[in-house]
């Protein structure tokens, strides 16, 4: 079944490029993006009453203005408390120019990231990246 992915990063480039990444992988449906932390959680929350408009895995940026990802996972975790049905979106993936390994373990000790993926990567890379997340 296809799978709808919610894209959270502020660089426009990069949201481009993972939208033309995903249009080539049948296992996706749509890339839903938001540019902050913020954004994204008022989308989440706005559609819990309608479970056919939540994604099913998050790809989450570390660095962002107004709300950062890690910002957005400490937030995200507390609104799943309120809202079960958004622990259905899984994996969250942690998608990052990041190397630093202290960020790697903050990511993994939220508890709920279960991949850490270094960016910019190249675009088949990235494209086998997500086929295998969709699959």
């Given amino acids: 079944m296809p799978k709808k992915i ?3 990063d502020d ?7 993972i939208e033309r990444v995903c249009k080539g992988i049948p ?19 706005k559609w819990v009453d309608d479970p056919q ?3 099913d895995l998050l790809l989450v ?12 996972l400490n937030r995200f975790k ?4 309120e809202f079960p049905i958004l ?16 960020d790697k373990e903050k990511a ?10 270094v960016k910019p990567a190249d675009i088949h890379v990235m494209h086998d990246f997500i086929n295998q997340l969709t699959a």
């Fill in 108 to 117: 993994f000790n939220t508890g709920l990231v279960k991949k850490y993926f």
């Fill in 27 to 45: 296992t996706v449906e749509s890339v839903i993006s938001a540019t902050d932390g913020k954004m994204a959680l008022e989308n989440l929350s």
């Fill in 61 to 72: 940026d570390i660095n962002m203005p107004i709300m950062d990802g890690y910002e957005f």
């Fill in 11 to 17: 660089d426009e480039h990069y949201i481009y490029l």
């Fill in 78 to 81: 507390k609104v799943r408390e």
């Fill in 87 to 102: 622990k259905s979106i899984e994996p969250i993936v942690m998608l990052t120019s990041s190397q630093d390994k202290a």
């Fill in 53 to 55: 408009k939540l994604p």
């Fill in 6 to 8: 919610m894209f959270i």
